[in-house]
Every structure is written in structure tokens, then in C-alpha cells.
């Protein structure tokens, strides 16, 4: 068993960044998959180097997230290998395993990637956290300003030398080109790239934490703000960026306290069986009609366990109640599906996943039909769950 939720997994973002010469990553061609790459055992390398503006570009795991890592690395070992600038020793990917494994003195492997210059190596983290799962909106945009800025700054990459002219110039315009890999407009991009920007000098004068709270939505602050904190950061001092910091996360947290106010006292309770329906919140968008139950209640808010992933503070108005014959036999189908998932994952295997999302839905989770049961203990026979 690997890694469950979107902790800090090697998965389909790695694989795709060996297709061809990808953002300075040299690729082997004889290397036909993943499992080709050579691997290092843990004791023919020496302790990795940990690059404070890589280790940053990656957002932290929750406490909760956390401690679930923790847990399967004791349980299960560290089944997927860590991502190692070639020649450099830097680590690239695997953070939060590494320093688990190396303070429980748990056995890693490590793969190896040769890349040709820091703003390659930034580029290929940004891109393979872009191709992980539940990242905040805050997040894609953070990071794909990131690819945008190092790709343009990258003159290897951008451009094209000895031109017939004798003059260097763009071969590509980086915005277009990501805009069509991201599926999105080069005016986002360069918004992106403007948001960055910003995001770095907050960070800079007032610490990498106010960063990470940015992006994991919970300062309170909208793109505006930030864009212009950052902007007395840089004209003014650091006290008055500070200053007008406090001042709106003061006035944001009066507007929630109205909000809280005004809402109706929670009507769930522990081990309610619920469906979820996002409405109008887009974090809640991927989990709509999947039915969870509810682990912890607070005044406003309810804390809830999938079949796949925990959610903390869900609004009461987007868990509806779901029909259950029992809510204790649909706590354990729960616990069935949250077994298998984290197999399927680390086997990347579609079909499978497929299925999951499924009976993560289905109409009574507590009384599977007879082929639903005969498909969920397929799986489990399958990845040998007992």
C-alpha cells in the first residue's frame, strides 16, 4: 500500500516529464517506463540537500495529512523512490517522505534526473505538482506563474541562438505555449506570472508561512489584496505592509463572524451518513454527489470522511442527508473503499479508479446491491485485502 490522499505521491506527473527534452530534463530513450529509471538504494547515496526555494514551491501537508504519511511509511515502507537532481544531490520531489524516513530511519530508494539549470529544476517541480490531485486554484495559478517566470528567464530555453541575423530571439512566446498545455488564456498566464510575483515579495519580507496560508486559502486575503500588499512592500517599508496586512485580516475575520452569525446552528451529528453537494464552492466541486460521514461537528461547520480523502470545516448546507439503512455498515463500506483506493492509486490503474468513484456514490452505501458487493470484494481479492 502507498501513500493515501493527495499526500506527497509519485505518480503520472513524473512519468510524463521524461517524454522528450521537457523543460532541461534529459531524457533517455531507452528508458521505455518508469520502473527502468535506475534507482539507488538508500545506502550507495549521501544524505540529499534540501533547497530551501525548491522545498517552498511545494505546498505543506496538513497535520492530518501529515500524520496519515507518517502512519503508512511505518506500516508499508517508502514504496515510491525520491527525485534527485543528478550531479547536484538536491532533492526535487519527496520532501515530507525524506524527512519522515530519514528521522524514523526508514529505507528509501532514490531516482536520479539530469537537468540543466536551477530554473529547469524549478520548472519540472512546478509542473509535476501541477499534475497532482486537490490543489487550491490559489496553488495552480502560484505554481504556473512559476513555469512561466523560469521559462522566460531561461535563455537556453527561450532563446534561439545564432539566428541568421546574428540576433537572439524568442523561438517560442512561453505564455501561448503554456496557456495550451494548461488549457487556459495567455492573459492568465501572465496574470499568473503577476500574482508570483507578488506572492514572493509577500514571502520575502514576511515570511514563507504567510505564502503557504495564502495558498491554502486561509488567510483571508483575496488577489487584489496581495497584489497590492505586495506593492507596498515594495514602495514602502515593511511595517506599513504589515500594518495594512493586520488591518484586513482584522476586517475579514468581522466579515466571517457576521457570516457565522448569521447561519444556522449545525443540524448533523457524529456518524451521520451525508452526500455532498458543492453548490456554489469550488473546493467541493470533484466530491459532488459522493456520500461521506460525519466525523466531527463544530458550531459552523463539520469535519467528513470519503471513501478517498478527510475534508475539515464543510459548511452544513453542503452535506445533505443520504438514505442508509445503517450508518454503521456504511462507516465500514467506507473504511473498505479507503483500503483499496490507495492500491489503485499507487497502480495508477483507470479502470479500477473508475469503479471507486462509483460505489463512492451509490444510492445506499450501507446496503450494496449483490453485484456491487461482488465488485467491491473483486478488488479486494485483487489487491489482497483481507
Known amino acids: 500500500m502507498t501513500m493515501i490522499f493527495n499526500t506527497d505521491q509519485y505518480q503520472q506527473p513524473f512519468q510524463q516529464s521524461y517524454e522528450g527534452d521537457w523543460d532541461g530534463v534529459k531524457y533517455d530513450p531507452t528508458w521505455d517506463e518508469p520502473d527502468d529509471i535506475p534507482e539507488i538504494p538508500q545506502n550507495e547515496v549521501s544524505t540529499l540537500t534540501i533547497d530551501p526555494e525548491f522545498k517552498n514551491l511545494i505546498p505543506p501537508l496538513s497535520t492530518e495529512e501529515k500524520s496519515q504519511l507518517e502512519a503508512n511509511l511505518k506500516e508499508f515502507g517508502c514504496l515510491d523512490p525520491l527525485i534527485v537532481w543528478q550531479h547536484h544531490n538536491i532533492l526535487l520531489d519527496g520532501h515530507n517522505r525524506y524527512e519522515i524516513c530519514a528521522r524514523e530511519h526508514i529505507l528509501y530508494k532514490v531516482v536520479e534526473i539530469e537537468i540543466a539549470s536551477r530554473e529547469a529544476a524549478i520548472c519540472w517541480i512546478a509542473n509535476n505538482q501541477l499534475g497532482r490531485r486537490n490543489i487550491t486554484p490559489e496553488v495552480g495559478s502560484y505554481l504556473r506563474g512559476k513555469r512561466y517566470l523560469n521559462l522566460k528567464g531561461d535563455r537556453n530555453h527561450n532563446l534561439k541562438q545564432n539566428s541568421p541575423n ?180 499507487s497502480d495508477y490503474e483507470p479502470t479500477h479508479a473508475a469503479v471507486l468513484e462509483v460505489l463512492g456514490k451509490v444510492h445506499d452505501p450501507s446496503s450494496l446491491t449483490p453485484k456491487q458487493e461482488r465488485i467491491l470484494a473483486f478488488l479486494e481479492a485483487e489487491y489482497s485485502i483481507s
Open 166 to 345: 546574428g540576433n537572439n530571439f524568442l523561438s517560442v512566446d512561453v505564455a501561448q505555449s503554456l496557456a495550451k498545455e494548461y488549457k487556459v488564456t495567455d492573459r492568465t498566464i501572465r496574470n499568473d506570472a503577476q500574482f508570483t510575483n507578488a506572492l514572493d515579495t509577500l514571502a520575502q519580507s514576511l515570511g514563507e508561512e504567510l505564502k503557504h496560508s495564502i495558498l491554502a486559502r486561509n488567510s483571508g486575503l483575496t488577489k487584489k489584496d496581495i497584489l497590492s500588499l505586495a506593492k507596498v512592500v515594495d514602495q514602502e517599508r515593511k511595517e506599513s505592509a504589515q500594518k495594512l496586512l493586520h488591518s484586513k485580516q482584522n476586517k475579514s475575520d468581522i466579515v466571517r463572524q457576521i457570516k457565522d452569525k448569521q447561519r444556522v446552528l449545525n443540524p448533523h451529528h457524529v456518524g451521520e451518513v451525508c452526500r455532498i453537494m458543492p453548490k456554489y464552492e469550488p473546493d467541493l466541486r470533484q466530491f459532488s454527489g459522493c456520500w461521506c460521514i460525519v466525523c466531527q461537528i463544530n458550531p459552523h461547520s463539520c469535519s467528513i470522511k470519503t471513501w478517498k480523502v478527510d475534508l475539515e470545516t464543510v459548511k452544513p448546507e453542503h452535506l445533505e442527508r443520504a438514505y442508509a439503512a445503517s450508518e454503521d455498515a456504511a462507516s465500514q463500506n467506507c473504511i473498505r473503499l479507503r483500503h483499496i483506493v490507495s492500491k489503485v492509486e
